[in-house]
């Protein structure tokens, strides 16, 4: 049962990225999914998350109508699209689920914006 992130680069000002993350051992729609983000001294911080039952979302304010967070049933993955992407969203990104009492970590993919 584990996570694994994809996806993370080096992207200028105003660029966008996707980031996958790919579930395996569990059916991940029917569980919540979270995104987190750890910044360069910073603490980890919550991005999104997406409902298992119902597919809803929400976003933390400094990425709300940037971001979007969705899954992918058939390929048991869920997804983080970033859009107009700043320099403060320079970060280690990580996926996070709950399954059966257990907290499932991925080992995060790296997100940098800068020119």
């Known amino acids: 049962v584990q996570v694994v992130e994809s996806g993370g680069g080096l992207v200028q000002p105003g660029g966008s990225l996707r980031l996958s993350c790919v579930a395996s051992g569990f059916a991940f729609s029917r569980y919540d999914a979270w995104w987190y983000r750890q910044g360069p001294g910073k603490e980890r911080e919550w991005v999104a998350n997406l409902g298992g039952a119902d597919d809803s979302t929400q976003y933390a304010s400094s990425v709300k109508g940037r971001f979007t967070i969705s899954r992918d049933n058939a390929k048991n993955t869920v997804y983080l699209q970033m859009n107009s992407l700043k320099p403060d969203d320079t970060a280690k990104y990580y996926c996070?689920?709950?399954?059966?009492?257990?907290?499932?970590w991925g080992q995060g993919t790296q997100v940098t914006v800068s020119l």
């Open positions: 996070y689920t709950f399954v059966n009492y257990k907290e499932i």
